[in-house]
């Protein structure tokens, strides 16, 4: 009888744990650049939370450069909200590396090398409507002794490079630590979504989040958002002696990584069969790495990852029009580094205060097609 309780007893205390339920106010998908800055921003404003997410160094926030461009595209023409986004990002970036023992933000111009007489042109037209953000930069002449080139640069100025990889680290390393992050791969078979609140497993929620990144593709809540499947391609490679003191642009981008690692890219690859590396695009760079630099250089890896961009060029921010106990932050593109500090807290805010979201952001208005 004594044998009996014993045993009974044993397995009462090994079984107990996975009976424990857990109350959390949310419940997170995701720790790429937007879970990472929406868990942030929700625990300090007092409430709790877990993350779910299965450890990936292959995600669109990990291969990305952490690059904040004010300006973008062939044209030259300044980012969307780029004012209000860009100072808020810094900001954010900054104090948060101040709890994190980091440093997360510094200032990195592009030097724009001209391949062209008619990119020195157009950049000589687009410069006094965007003076803010293009000039000339002086004593170009320094650059001979890197680069071979036979036209002007142009800077622009301010640029910024986040340290995305610290980031996300070190604030796994928090989450492990507050016991707020479920080491996992997130399965719908495990998630019951109701009216009042959402159970994942053994937790309970008043909501769940959506960051997932290019899971979001399948999510069947936010399939129907107009997500654009991209892919981009990347090279580290190792450059002693080059100054880590800007971003250098030639249609290619050699970003300055660690010690005298550079961050070489990017591809937007619209029509693609995989996600893996391609041999052409490490051939291609190689070419133009040893016509454009002369310095010696060694490619050490060569990443790839899809990214979560869209059609209409604006994130996925709010909660399900039919269902709000489910939400979504997401669609960042290649922009999350000055899109999801500034949406975060915007997010938070409203989650918490109820405050509005800027409609065109907010996951609503496409309420019509997420209602069928």
Same mark, same amino acid.
């Given at each position: 009888m004594a044998l009996t309780l014993? %045993?009974?007893s044993s397995l009462i205390e090994i079984l107990l744990p996975i009976f424990v339920i857990m109350n959390v106010d949310y419940i997170i998908v995701g720790q790429g650049i937007s879970g990472s800055f929406l868990s942030h921003d929700l625990l300090k404003a007092g409430k709790t939370v877990m993350v779910i997410d299965q450890s990936n160094p292959f995600t669109a926030s990990k291969v990305a450069s952490g690059v904040i461009n004010p300006i973008t595209g062939r044209r030259m023409v300044r980012t969307w909200e780029i004012e209000k986004l860009m100072p808020f990002a810094i900001s954010a970036y900054t104090e948060w590396g101040k709890e994190l023992h980091a440093t997360l933000v510094q200032q990195c111009n592009i030097l724009d090398f001209h391949s062209?007489?008619?990119m020195v042109l157009a950049f000589a037209e687009r410069q006094p409507v965007e003076k803010d953000y293009l000039r000339i930069p002086e004593n170009t002449d320094q650059w001979k002794k890197y680069f071979n080139y036979d036209f002007s640069i142009g800077e622009i100025d301010p640029c910024w490079l986040i340290d995305i990889n610290t980031? %996300?680290?070190?604030?796994?390393?928090?989450?492990?630590? #507050? =016991?707020? @992050?479920?080491? *996992?791969t997130f399965h719908w078979k495990d998630c019951i979504v109701s009216e009042a609140h959402v159970t994942y497993k053994n937790i309970i929620a008043q909501k769940i989040i959506f960051c997932e990144g290019v899971a979001g593709f399948d999510n069947p809540y936010f399939a129907m958002l107009p997500y654009a499947r991209n892919k981009g391609q990347a090279i580290i490679a190792k450059i002693p002696g080059l100054p880590k003191t800007n971003i +250098? #642009?030639?249609? $290619?981008? $050699?970003? !300055?990584? #660690?010690? &005298? /690692?550079?961050? $070489?890219?990017?591809?937007? *690859?619209? &029509? /693609?069969?995989?996600?893996? !590396?391609?041999?052409?695009?490490?051939? #291609?760079? =190689?070419?133009? @790495?040893?016509q454009w630099l002369k310095l010696p250089f060694e490619i050490v890896n060569h990443i790839a990852s899809e990214r979560p961009a869209n059609m209409e060029r604006r994130p996925f921010v709010g909660l399900h029009p039919v269902t709000d106990t489910v939400g979504v932050f997401n669609g960042m593109g290649t922009k999350g580094c000055s899109l999801a500090p500034? +949406?975060?807290?915007? /997010?938070?805010?409203?989650?918490?205060?109820?405050t509005p979201i800027n409609p065109q952001v907010d996951v609503r208005r496409f309420s019509k097609i997420l209602s069928r």
């Amino acid at each position: 009888m004594a044998l009996t309780l014993f %045993l009974r007893s044993s397995l009462i205390e090994i079984l107990l744990p996975i009976f424990v339920i857990m109350n959390v106010d949310y419940i997170i998908v995701g720790q790429g650049i937007s879970g990472s800055f929406l868990s942030h921003d929700l625990l300090k404003a007092g409430k709790t939370v877990m993350v779910i997410d299965q450890s990936n160094p292959f995600t669109a926030s990990k291969v990305a450069s952490g690059v904040i461009n004010p300006i973008t595209g062939r044209r030259m023409v300044r980012t969307w909200e780029i004012e209000k986004l860009m100072p808020f990002a810094i900001s954010a970036y900054t104090e948060w590396g101040k709890e994190l023992h980091a440093t997360l933000v510094q200032q990195c111009n592009i030097l724009d090398f001209h391949s062209s007489p008619q990119m020195v042109l157009a950049f000589a037209e687009r410069q006094p409507v965007e003076k803010d953000y293009l000039r000339i930069p002086e004593n170009t002449d320094q650059w001979k002794k890197y680069f071979n080139y036979d036209f002007s640069i142009g800077e622009i100025d301010p640029c910024w490079l986040i340290d995305i990889n610290t980031l %996300l680290t070190k604030w796994r390393l928090q989450l492990t630590h #507050k =016991e707020m @992050l479920l080491e *996992e791969t997130f399965h719908w078979k495990d998630c019951i979504v109701s009216e009042a609140h959402v159970t994942y497993k053994n937790i309970i929620a008043q909501k769940i989040i959506f960051c997932e990144g290019v899971a979001g593709f399948d999510n069947p809540y936010f399939a129907m958002l107009p997500y654009a499947r991209n892919k981009g391609q990347a090279i580290i490679a190792k450059i002693p002696g080059l100054p880590k003191t800007n971003i +250098f #642009k030639q249609g $290619i981008n $050699i970003v !300055p990584w #660690k010690e &005298d /690692f550079f961050w $070489i890219g990017s591809t937007y *690859e619209w &029509d /693609f069969t995989d996600t893996n !590396p391609s041999p052409d695009f490490r051939e #291609k760079v =190689e070419g133009q @790495l040893r016509q454009w630099l002369k310095l010696p250089f060694e490619i050490v890896n060569h990443i790839a990852s899809e990214r979560p961009a869209n059609m209409e060029r604006r994130p996925f921010v709010g909660l399900h029009p039919v269902t709000d106990t489910v939400g979504v932050f997401n669609g960042m593109g290649t922009k999350g580094c000055s899109l999801a500090p500034h +949406f975060s807290q915007e /997010f938070a805010s409203h989650l918490v205060k109820n405050t509005p979201i800027n409609p065109q952001v907010d996951v609503r208005r496409f309420s019509k097609i997420l209602s069928r």
